[in-house]
């Protein structure tokens, strides 16, 4: 079953870029819907962006115009490109998969049956 392992993650300062990866191994990623959820402390996990197994793209209302998803699939990897990050973009960054994705439910942590171990994102002000 496909393992996903993220990184990219650091110490920012307000209006820094970071990139987020998110390799797969067991499995190909093409063939999962994958997106990326947030928990902040004390809060419960939030749905960042989704890149879906046919090439469809959603935008947390937070991410939109900041934030970009993209596959290299030659890499096996998703990406997150994060720009204009803010002190409220803090969290764990988690890469979450599903080999079927319902239509208007991408925010759902509970649709996705594989999460990576989280990758740390701390942005100062």
């Known amino acids: 079953q496909v393992q996903l392992v993220e990184s990219g993650g650091g110490l920012v300062q307000s209006g820094g870029s970071l990139r987020l990866s998110c390799t797969g191994s067991g499995g190909f990623l093409a063939d999962y819907s994958i997106a990326w959820f947030r928990q902040a402390p004390g809060k419960e996990h939030e749905g960042v962006s989704c890149?879906?197994?046919?090439?469809?793209?959603y935008y947390a209302d937070s991410a939109k115009g900041r934030f970009t998803i993209s596959r290299d699939n030659a890499k096996n990897t998703v990406y997150l490109q994060m720009n204009s990050l803010s002190p409220e973009d803090t969290g764990v960054y988690f890469c979450?998969?599903?080999?079927?994705?319902?239509?208007?439910?991408?925010?759902?942590?509970?649709?996705?049956?594989?999460w990576g171990q989280g990758t740390q994102v701390t942005v100062s002000s």
């Open positions: 979450v998969s599903a080999p079927a994705l319902r239509v208007g439910v991408w925010m759902s942590p509970f649709e996705y049956d594989y």
């Open positions: 890149i879906t197994s046919g090439g469809n793209i």
